[in-house]
């Protein structure tokens, strides 16, 4: 979500969340109302992943929940050759990652983009799961569901890469709803050791001074 809290286009993105509950996002990609749409994967990603600091996994299967067009997820698929899963609630957001995949062609052969509630599955688990800004679209109340998912998902040894954004002072609206790095840790629990924690040096410029990536590893 590169707008800020008062974007028009977040403004009318929370409008049709509460006039239509979870179908509003659906509702925001048919009207190309996507202000978390950058363009590309995030860069402060492709630094965690380039920099090789961390023994993340290169073979095995990720997850990237809250998806939107897929760039990240593509990224994460291409870069460590992982077997990646990019979910959304929204129909028509997976199709447009589904129609970046095809113009990708075989470089991208190794993702698929699935229309999935991340609180309901229950397939098989994970070596690396990717939240950006699917933790801070999600209301508060449900954070504590949101950890448990994901510990439910990641295999023992694998990662949470957690890119936290947008780091703003504090507001009751959203989403894109307040959020601190400690937020993360709170509903996580003690089956997690932080592995990584610092403020990227390549990011993009609306997100300078506003993130912060922590990458968690499962005990």
């Known amino acids: 979500m590169s707008g800020l809290i008062g974007n028009p286009k977040q403004v009318q993105v929370r409008e049709l969340i509460a006039s239509k509950g979870e179908k509003g996002w659906d509702e925001a990609w048919k ?25 993340l996994p290169r073979s095995g299967r990720a997850l990237v929940p ?8 593509i990224y994460i698929a291409k870069s460590l050759g992982l077997q990646t899963i990019g979910a959304d609630i929204s129909p028509t957001g997976i199709a447009a990652a589904n129609a970046l995949k095809e113009s990708m062609g075989e ?3 190794n993702v ?3 229309e999935m ?16 800004t699917f933790f801070v679209a ?10 448990k998912q994901m510990t439910k998902l990641v295999k023992p040894g694998g990662y949470l890469i957690t890119l936290v954004y947008p780091i703003l002072p504090y507001t009751e609206v959203g989403p894109p709803f307040y959020v601190r790095p400690e937020h993360y840790e709170e509903v996580l629990g003690t089956e997690w050791e932080k592995v990584w924690d610092k403020i990227p040096e390549k990011t993009l410029e609306t997100h300078v001074g506003k993130e912060r990536m922590i990458v968690w590893k499962k005990l």
Request: charged residues 25%.
């Open 107 to 109: 470089t991208a052969s």
């Open 31 to 55: 009207a190309d109302v996507t202000p978390w749409d950058a363009g590309t994967s995030q860069p402060a990603l492709q630094e965690l992943i380039e920099t090789s600091r961390l023994d």
């Open 66 to 73: 809250g998806c939107g067009r897929g760039y990240d997820a």
């Open 112 to 114: 698929t983009f699935k």
């Open 138 to 147: 999600i209301p508060p109340s449900m954070r504590p569901a949101w950890g």
């Open 117 to 132: 509630n991340f609180f309901e599955y229950e397939g098989e688990t994970f070596d690396l799961v990717y939240d950006y």
